[in-house]
Nanobody
Framework: QVQVAGSGGGLVQPGGSLRLSCAASGGAFSITAMGWYRQAPGNQRDLVARLTWGGSTNYADSVKGRFTISRDNAKNTVYLQMNSLKPEDTAVYSC???????????????WGQGTQVTVSS
C-alpha cells in the first residue's frame, strides 16, 4: 500500500498564498497521477488540480489562473501553489495518488490525510 502524506495548510488572509505538498512513498509502485481535492463543510469532495505523470494537468474552473500544480520528478511529490486565495477556497484539502503496483500490475489509489486551508481576514 502506498502511503500519501500531504501538508502545508493553514490560515491566510484573502489575496494571500499557500503552498501544499504531497509525497507518495512505500512499496514497489509507479505513480501515474497525483492530485489535490477539497471538501468544504456540507459539500462533496471536488477535484482542485490533477497532474498525470505523462504531463497533462487539469484544474477546477474556479482555481484556473490562481493555482498551479507541479511535480518533483525525483521524489514522487507534487506541489499545489495557491495564489490570490479567496474565502471560498476554505476547505479541507486532500491529496490522492494513482499508481500501478509493480508486483501486482494492478492500478490503485491512495489518499493522504486532509489539511485545512482557511482563508479569512
Amino acid at each position: 500500500q502506498v502511503q500519501v502524506a500531504g501538508s502545508g495548510g493553514g490560515l491566510v488572509q484573502p489575496g494571500g498564498s499557500l503552498r501544499l505538498s504531497c509525497a507518495a512513498s512505500g512499496g514497489a509502485f509507479s505513480i501515474t497521477a497525483m492530485g489535490w481535492y477539497r471538501q468544504a463543510p456540507g459539500n462533496q469532495r471536488d477535484l482542485v488540480a490533477r497532474l498525470t505523470w505523462g504531463g497533462s494537468t487539469n484544474y477546477a474552473d474556479s482555481v484556473k489562473g490562481r493555482f498551479t500544480i507541479s511535480r518533483d520528478n525525483a521524489k514522487n511529490t507534487v506541489y499545489l501553489q495557491m495564489n490570490s486565495l479567496k474565502p471560498e477556497d476554505t476547505a479541507v484539502y486532500s491529496c490522492k495518488a494513482d499508481y500501478l503496483g509493480l508486483m501486482t500490475g494492478r492500478s490503485s489509489s491512495s489518499w493522504g490525510q486532509g489539511t485545512q486551508v482557511t482563508v479569512s481576514s
